[in-house]
């Protein structure tokens, strides 16, 4: 089955713990991104990939660093997490951007708090 | 930044009943997207029409373009209690000059009771 897989889906820890948060995509789609939703704020893209080794900076990149690796995976990495990184996270994935007109493809979250 | 915004935010409706929702933008655009999210999970796609599109179709999906009000409406007919979502639209970011990401609206949320 087509997917994308984010783990984990919850996680509470506390300021400054360091913090992975993996995402895979069985689709062998070159791009993939990380989202946080926020009542209020919808959608904000933090990273994007165009492909192994391509990344570069969404709207929010402020405290998060990403690596891709492998074509199938895109990790999130928070060094030193702080409250306000308190969020839903999304991993999306797709054949190229959307801004081309491809669909994405979503993981179904990570809920995280930071306490 | 967000580009498009969903209108209204949030709606009410008995099972049967068609869904209307918009979304309106602020720049030129080769497509616009339609995604559903159910509460607590990932968004999924639902339709995409392109600039030179006026109307699709998908099963109850009706979605409109007018570029000329840079609008676009999302219609779902004969709606059932599993349309309960919420449904957001997204377009490319063209005239800004960068198609490697989608504009986001903050959604519409869509409540239909049994």
């Known amino acids: 089955e087509a997917q994308v897989t984010q783990n984990p889906r919850y996680l509470i820890t506390v300021t400054g713990k360091k913090l992975t948060v993996t995402c895979s995509q069985n689709?062998?789609?070159?791009?993939m991104s990380w989202y946080r939703q926020d009542p209020g704020l919808g959608l904000r893209q933090i990273y994007y990939s165009m492909n192994v080794e391509v990344t570069d900076k969404g709207d929010v990149p402020e405290g998060y660093k990403v690596s891709r690796k492998e074509k199938r995976n895109f990790p999130l990495i928070l060094e030193s997490p702080s409250p306000n990184q308190t969020s839903l996270y999304f991993c999306?994935?797709?054949?190229?951007?959307?801004?081309?007109?491809?669909?994405?493809?979503f993981g179904d979250g990570t809920r995280l708090s930071i306490l | 930044s967000q580009q498009g915004e969903e209108d209204p935010q949030a709606l009410s409706i008995q099972e049967g009943e068609n869904a209307t929702m918009n979304c309106s933008y602020k720049?030129?655009?080769?497509?616009l997207q339609w995604y559903r999210q159910n509460s607590g999970r990932g968004l999924v796609h639902l339709i995409l029409?392109?600039?030179n599109e006026r109307e699709k179709h998908s099963g109850r999906l009706r979605v409109t373009l007018d570029t000329s009000k840079k609008s676009s409406s999302l219609l779902i007919t004969a709606s059932r209690a599993a349309d309960t979502a919420s449904y957001f639209c997204?377009?490319?970011?063209?005239?800004?000059?960068?198609?490697?990401?989608?504009?986001w609206g903050l959604g519409t949320s869509l409540g239909v009771n049994p």
């Open positions: 999306a994935s797709s054949l190229d951007p959307g801004g081309r007109g491809q669909p994405q493809h």
């Open positions: 997204a377009t490319d970011g063209s005239e800004r000059g960068n198609n490697r990401k989608l504009i």
């Open positions: 029409i392109r600039s």
């Open positions: 720049t030129s655009i080769n497509n």
């Open positions: 689709m062998n789609h070159e791009y």
